[in-house]
Each structure stands twice: as structure tokens, then as C-alpha cells.
């Protein structure tokens, strides 16, 4: 079954994920890759990117941005206070905006919507403040749409951005903890209206302990939904 409808979608493990668009762009979400354990070192270093989503400025999903935009010159998206931030560190190819806003690249549109989590940049011994924590609907060439979620709990305005942006994909932590549980993940799936999922955010640490088995069976009575059960480096096409 084709899902992706031409593109590719490949987790590298905890929330991070490259898409290979139709068009034939690369785009990174929150590339928490060289520290994370769970991405594959075949993974880590990834030799080009066209674009790089930061769903909040803390260390798991900004990761390595700051590497990868200088050295592949791919252009950064990001909340306004995390990219004046990335500024100071050398990262000007870069892109600040807010919730509700769309941002277009070429013929891609990128959409940062509401999440609810925390966000703070460690930098040194300091933590400073990121600008709050966000989600992203990305069009696709082809009008695929997948909607990364970031960290969040599940909120009753998901049913907006289902009703807003009909997204075909749902990137949804649920390791529990830090984010969503596979319960709550289960009813942001019927508040979205999504009938594909890929959960993420789960297993990298001890801590998160949220399965995919979990959240299949908590939507056994929507057969409409298939929950992708990836591993990282896997990918859906």
C-alpha cells in the first residue's frame, strides 16, 4: 500500500524524521540524530538537506541543527525566539514565525500550529527562553499533508487542525512522561481524524514507555486507522 503518495517519510528514531519529497527535496524534522541512540549511525550524517523544521528549542529535537544548516546550507524553520537565537550561532538561512502562519518553500507549505509542552535553549549553564513549544502541517508537492506534533499532551484544538489542515499523516509522540501516553495519543487520532499514524517519542530512554502495540489496540474499534509501527531507520512510502 502506498501511503506517501510518490514521497518517503523515514523515522531516525525519538521524533526525529526526513521526508524525500516527490520534487525531490529533503526535509528534516527536529534532527536530534548524532546523541539520539536510537538513530541508526548510518543516520547521523546525513550528506544534504533542503530544509530543517525545530518543533521547540530543547536539546532532543533541536539536536543538530546547528551542524547540519552550515553544512548543508539547508534553510531552518523555526518559532521567531529560537531562530534569533540560531542567528548568534551562525545560522542566518533561517526563517522565524509563529502559530497560525504559513511558510512556503518552493511549492511546499509549511504550517506551525499549537502544541502544548515546554520549551528552553540550553546554552552553556543557562537556560533561556525558546519561545513556546509548536507542531508543523507540511504540504507536500503532490498536497500530501503530515503533521508532525512535536512534544505535546493532547488539546481539544487538535480537532482544528484536522478540521483546518485534513492532514493524511500523524507523527505522534506517545512514550508518556515528557509527552502524550499511547491513551491520550489515541484520542488525538479521532480528534484529528487521521486514518494513518506513525508514533514517535518512545523508547529512546528508560523513561518513555509508550508502545505502538498500546496505541493499535486502544483504536481496535477504528479499523479505519493503520498505526505504521517503524523502527528507526524504516521508512513509509
Given at each position: 500500500m502506498s501511503?506517501?503518495?510518490?514521497?518517503?517519510?523515514?523515522?531516525?528514531?525519538?521524533?526525529?524524521?526526513?521526508?524525500?519529497?516527490?520534487?525531490g527535496k529533503t526535509i528534516l524534522i527536529d534532527p536530534f540524530l548524532k546523541n539520539n541512540p536510537a538513530c541508526p549511525?548510518?543516520?547521523?550524517?546525513?550528506?544534504?538537506?533542503d530544509l530543517i523544521l525545530v518543533t521547540h528549542a530543547h536539546g532532543d529535537?533541536?539536536?543538530?541543527?546547528?551542524?547540519?544548516?552550515?553544512?548543508t546550507g539547508a534553510h531552518v524553520v523555526a518559532i521567531v525566539e529560537?531562530?534569533?537565537?540560531?542567528?548568534?550561532?551562525?545560522?542566518?538561512?533561517?526563517?522565524?514565525?509563529?502559530?497560525?502562519?504559513?511558510?512556503?518553500?518552493?511549492?511546499?507549505?509549511?504550517?506551525m500550529v499549537h502544541a502544548l509542552h515546554s520549551s528552553?535553549?540550553?546554552?552553556?549553564?543557562?537556560a533561556l527562553y525558546g519561545g513556546e513549544a509548536a507542531g508543523f502541517v507540511v504540504r507536500l508537492e503532490n498536497g500530501f499533508r503530515v503533521y508532525h506534533a512535536g512534544d505535546t499532551c493532547v488539546f481539544s484544538d487538535m480537532a482544528l487542525i484536522g478540521e483546518l489542515y485534513q492532514p493524511d499523516l500523524a507523527l505522534l509522540p506517545i512514550g508518556d512522561?515528557?509527552?502524550?501516553?499511547?491513551?491520550?495519543?489515541?484520542?488525538?487520532?479521532?480528534l484529528l481524524g487521521v486514518q494513518h499514524v506513525v508514533p514517535m517519542h518512545m523508547g529512546t530512554f528508560p523513561v518513555l514507555t509508550g508502545t505502538a502495540g498500546q496505541l493499535?489496540?486502544?483504536?481496535a474499534d477504528s479499523p479505519e486507522v493503520t498505526v505504521h509501527d517503524l523502527q528507526p531507520g524504516e521508512s513509509l512510502r
Open positions: 501511503v506517501m503518495n510518490g514521497g518517503s517519510l523515514t523515522w531516525l528514531g525519538h521524533a526525529a524524521f526526513r521526508i524525500d519529497t516527490e520534487g549511525p548510518a543516520l547521523q550524517s546525513p550528506a544534504r538537506c529535537h533541536l539536536g543538530d541543527t546547528i551542524p547540519l544548516a552550515v553544512r529560537l531562530v534569533q537565537w540560531l542567528a548568534t550561532k551562525g545560522v542566518t538561512n533561517a526563517t522565524g514565525m509563529n502559530k497560525g502562519g504559513t511558510y512556503s518553500f518552493g511549492e511546499i507549505a509549511v504550517t528552553s535553549i540550553a546554552d552553556g549553564r543557562h512522561h515528557y509527552t502524550m501516553s499511547p491513551r491520550e495519543a489515541a484520542k488525538a487520532v479521532r493499535r489496540e486502544l483504536l
